[in-house]
T-cell receptor, first 114, second 112 residues
């Protein structure tokens, strides 16, 4: 069974440029998460989707970040414009909603903003 | 908000037991997790414990939960070089599919 797929794996951009990350969750997983992991820190939740609905986006900086999961499968996270402080690893995870929440993580996209 | 604390580094000799500690603040935590992160790889769930349990054993891994003190530990028996990684403690306070709150991670260093 394929795991969570993310692309690109690495991205280097200049500040003020836009950037987008893509995630394909494990087949059948209806819950999808985006986390941001800063250097030396643990992941922090940005947004959670149940199917195509964003049910928790309280930690998403809405002035520059946006996300979508139009058909309840793939998801895209966008930053526009990027700032130096956005340099981090962006992790996507998915789970099959049930009483126990085992989240499966993708390898992440490492973003460097110059 | 919720907070999860871990020490940043732990160094042990190969073959010894490793004990990684974690404290959390959210008394409504329902599940507590240990994740492993190796360089260039995603987070891998090692084990978890439900809040009404105080111990869980899974092969070389033993999880102890002291709910009164909000303290969680992960013991790895017979530590091997392949156990070298960053170990994250995480908690979820909601049922079902809530996002996780992670600690900063403990770097486990194995000495030959």
């Amino acid at each position: 069974e394929a795991g969570v797929v993310q692309s690109p794996r690495y991205k280097i951009i200049e500040k003020k440029q836009p950037v987008a990350f893509w995630c394909n969750p494990i087949s059948g997983h209806n819950t999808l998460y985006w986390y941001r992991q800063n250097l030396g820190q643990g992941p922090e939740l940005l947004i959670r989707y149940e199917n195509e609905e964003a049910v928790d986006d309280s930690q998403l900086p809405k002035d520059r970040f946006s996300a979508e999961r139009l058909k309840g499968v793939d998801s895209t996270l966008k930053i526009q414009p990027a700032e130096l402080g956005d340099s981090a690893v962006y992790l996507c995870a998915s789970s099959f909603s049930a009483s126990f929440n085992e989240q499966f993580f993708g390898p992440g996209t490492r973003l460097t903003v110059l | 908000g919720e907070d999860v604390e871990q020490s940043l580094f732990l160094s042990v000799r190969e073959g010894d037991s490793s004990v990684i500690n974690c404290t959390y603040t959210d008394s409504s935590s329902t599940y507590l997790y240990w994740y492993k992160q190796e360089p260039g790889a995603g987070l891998q769930l090692l084990t978890y414990i439900f809040s009404n349990m105080d111990m869980k054993q899974d092969q070389r891994l033993t999880v102890l939960l002291n709910k009164k003190d909000k303290h969680l530990s992960l013991r790895i028996a017979d530590t091997q070089t392949g156990d070298s990684a960053i170990y994250f403690c995480a908690e979820s306070s909601g049922g079902g599919a809530d996002g996780l709150t992670f600690g900063k991670g403990t770097h486990l260093i194995i000495q030959p």
